[in-house]
Structure formats: C-alpha cells, structure tokens
C-alpha cells in the first residue's frame, strides 16, 4: 500500500528565505505527483503537477522536483513572501490510474513565513 | 464551468438532521471523488465514481453516508442522522479520463458544523 511522507510537519522562517518542502512515497509505480496548497479553512489549489518520465516543473517562484526511483520528491520556493503562508500537501496517483486509491496524500507541512 | 464548484459552502446543523453536500465537477471530467478532512487531520477518501461505473463505496464510513452521481455529473453526498463527529470539510475533486497527463482538481469544500 502506497504511503506518503512529508517533512517537515510544520515550518517557520523568516520573509525572503529560500525553503524546500519534502515529500517521500514508499512505492515508485507512480502516473503522477501532484503538490497542492490549502489556506486554513478552504479548498486544495493545485500548484505543480509532475508526470513519472519528467524530472521538474516549474511556476513562478515554485519549483517541484521528482526522483522517482528514490521515491522522493521536493518543492522549492524561491525568496519566501507572507502570503505562502499555508499547508502544502502531496499527492501521488498510481501507474494504473485513477481508481479508489488513485490519489495518497501525505498529511502536508504547515507552512508559516514570519513579515 | 471552469473549476469545481462546492455547494453550500457553509452548514451548520443540527445533530440528528439529514445534509445534502452538491459537487459540479468540471465538464468532462469523468471521475469525481469525495474526500473529508477533520481538524488537523489528512484527507480521508469517501468515495469514488468513475463514468457510468458503479461507484467505489470503500471509504464511507458509516451507512449513514450515502452518495449519488446523476448523469454523470453533478454529484451528491448525503449525511443522514448527522452526528458531532461528522463535523469536517468534505472536498469534492474531478479528473479527466485515466490515461490524460492531467490531475485532480478540487473543489473549495463545505464545512459542515454538527451542534
């Protein structure tokens, strides 16, 4: 069965720092991984999506990385800003594709950047 | 419509009453998965529908929860007999067909409250 890590739980730092999420998978056959943001009390806003042959994406500040033989996975964000405040979580789908268990998460990183 | 699209956003009931959570995923889009996060906690799947297939009901937790997808559709989840610990957001997403490079995209949620 398909676990999801995520390290650290929660993170606090300082306005302008550079900061990388982790996020590990016990089981490589993966279609996909996804990483989403959630804002206390909302919905889940897709950030990156990142396909098993590709090795990154990018948007604006935001940079996913994939090593799927190592099961691991990071998200970088660039020159930190008070509004990334917010849990970061994610997601991976399995090769075969869709299904009940289509979608693991991992329970995310709380993300707090101090003005 | 352009995303997923939650309806109420907002409910608040009383203890013993009936809910009805609406999702409208995004047109196209064949699979729809309902997910519940409680405080503090990671996304607990509940359901899943996959086009004309009958549902993947492995998640309900109790048969207090029932769900239905009309016309492949718009979807709806019903909470009979509500109890205090039904109290969460129940998020909604959709997906296109498996084997499309795309992922999940999810609705803003509704946050129930049980009093």
């Known amino acids: 069965k398909q676990e999801v890590t995520q390290i650290p739980a929660a993170l606090s730092v300082p306005e302008g720092e550079n900061l990388v999420l982790n996020c590990s998978f016990t089981?490589?056959?993966?279609?996909?991984l996804q990483w989403f943001r959630q804002d206390p009390g909302k919905g889940l806003t897709s950030l990156l999506l990142i396909q098993s042959s590709q090795r990154e994406q990018t948007s604006g500040r935001l940079n996913a990385s994939l090593d799927k033989s190592s099961g691991r996975s990071t998200l970088y964000i660039a020159a930190s800003q008070p509004g990334d405040s917010a849990t970061y979580l994610c997601a991976v789908r399995p090769r075969s594709g869709g299904g009940a268990d289509g979608l693991t998460f991992g329970k995310g990183t709380h993300l707090i950047i101090q003005p | 419509g352009a995303g997923v699209s939650q309806s109420p956003s907002n409910k608040v009931t009383e203890k013993g009453k009936d809910v009805e959570l609406r999702c409208d995923p995004i047109s196209g889009h064949t699979a729809l998965y309902w997910y519940r996060q409680s405080l503090g906690q990671g996304l607990e799947f509940l359901i899943y529908?996959?086009?004309?297939?009958?549902?993947?009901k492995s998640g309900l937790p109790s048969d207090r929860f029932s769900a239905e997808r009309t016309g492949g559709s718009v979807s709806t989840l019903t909470i009979q007999r509500t109890q205090q610990e039904d109290s969460a957001v129940y998020l909604c997403?959709?997906?296109?067909?498996?084997?499309?490079?795309?992922?999940?995209?999810f609705g803003s949620g509704t946050r129930l409250t049980v009093v």
């Open positions: 997403a959709s997906s296109p067909p498996p084997g499309l490079a795309y992922g999940y995209t």
């Open positions: 089981d490589s056959a993966i279609y996909n």
């Open positions: 529908f996959q086009g004309n297939s009958a549902p993947d």
